[in-house]
């Protein structure tokens, strides 16, 4: 997948190259800057000694010695100082500016810490704002895997109005336990009444399996191609609306029988731009059902039903709720 907002510590991330959150001398400092030398070992510092320090909202790259990375990329983020010193050009030059340095060294897989959002003081929700944007329009000509890693999901914030009715959405459809208990006994009952009832009278005549098996439907590859015709989207819009890489997508659309995970096909119908039932149609040829029984459904359908069809935003949300992000 592209692009990937994951909780973790970057100093563990195995990729080719992981983004130091640094400050214009280069020469270490706290948080993830810190963490970053801790584990690369002294070898890191002499090595930025001879960089001769780096602007804010540009970035240098170093080798990753004792961390697992190939490649240690240090860009300097903003300061805040409440947004209206050029901050988010800045901050989206250090993601711009890291991801260029990246590919000129061949990296397919890069991990950012969320720069700016810890001692420079940049909002986490406008911060990630800003890192979505310019990695998802770097990724527009770039084959690689971005990582967002968020330290800690408590310091990871979306709008406070959409967490809000997210929220009260999963609360008011999501079928809980007492509810699953109470259906259960309800189930029973009707089982129960059903054996005692009279057999039912001998029902018409079946179709033989050879004429059933001649009238196989399209399954989920077909249906998305068709779906993706008819919705005027070309197949490259379709899986980076999906945040899908091309290799994958060649591999479902190769396939007539093949199968995608839940969250695939998700991907597919936000992508798409799907109304619910047609959601529930795409579903469906992956043999999934669109439930309330499941919070990342639920989630999706609240997204859908309000017209948010921007992946990562779906993704955020699903994150913020912990719950398995779409396409993973
Ligand atoms: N892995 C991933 N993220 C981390 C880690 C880690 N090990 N440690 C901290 N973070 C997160 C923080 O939670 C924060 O969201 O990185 C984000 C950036 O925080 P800072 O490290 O404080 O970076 P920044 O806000 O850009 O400030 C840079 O801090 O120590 C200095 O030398 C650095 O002066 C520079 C300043």
């Not at 969320?114 to 084959?143: C, E, K, N, W």
């Amino acid at each position: 997948m592209p692009l990937r907002i994951v909780r973790n510590d970057i100093t563990k991330m195995k990729v080719d190259a992981i983004v130091n959150a640094a400050n214009e001398t280069l020469l270490g400092g706290g948080g993830v800057d810190g963490a970053i030398h801790r584990a690369a070992g002294p070898k890191l510092l002499q090595e930025c000694r001879k960089l001769g320090g780096c602007e804010t909202g540009r970035a240098k790259l170093t080798k990753g010695y004792d961390l697992p990375c190939r490649y240690v990329i240090h860009t300097v983020g903003p300061v805040w100082r409440g947004g209206r010193f050029g901050e988010a050009k800045l901050l989206a030059s250090c993601y711009r500016e890291s991801l260029l340095l990246a590919a000129e060294h061949r990296c397919e897989t890069v991990a950012f810490p969320m720069i700016s959002t810890g001692v420079y003081g940049y909002p986490a929700a406008q911060a990630m704002r800003v890192a979505v944007d310019a990695v998802t329009a770097f990724l527009l000509d770039h084959d690689m895997t971005v990582y967002i890693v968020v330290f800690s999901r408590d310091a990871f914030e979306i709008s406070g109005r959409l967490f809000n009715d997210v929220k009260a959405y999963i609360d008011d459809v999501y079928v809980d336990r007492h509810t699953d208990m109470r259906r259960e006994q309800q189930r029973s009952v009707r089982v129960f009444d059903a054996m005692m009832a009279e057999p039912a009278t001998a029902a018409a005549a079946p179709a033989s399996l050879d004429d059933m098996l001649s009238d196989i439907e399209d399954g989920f590859s077909e249906t998305l191609l068709r779906m993706i015709d008819e919705k005027g989207f070309t197949d490259a819009e379709c899986y980076k609306r999906a945040n899908m890489d091309r290799r994958h997508f060649n591999k479902i659309k190769n396939n007539p029988s093949y199968k995608p995970t839940k969250s695939t096909a998700l991907a597919f119908a936000v992508a798409l731009r799907l109304s619910i039932d047609e959601t529930k149609q795409l579903l469906m040829k992956a043999g999934y059902a669109l439930t309330h029984s499941s919070k990342q459904d639920i989630v999706v359908e609240y997204c859908i039903k309000n017209g948010i069809y921007d992946i990562i935003e779906i993704d955020q949300v699903l994150f913020k709720f912990d719950l398995p992000l779409l396409g993973s």
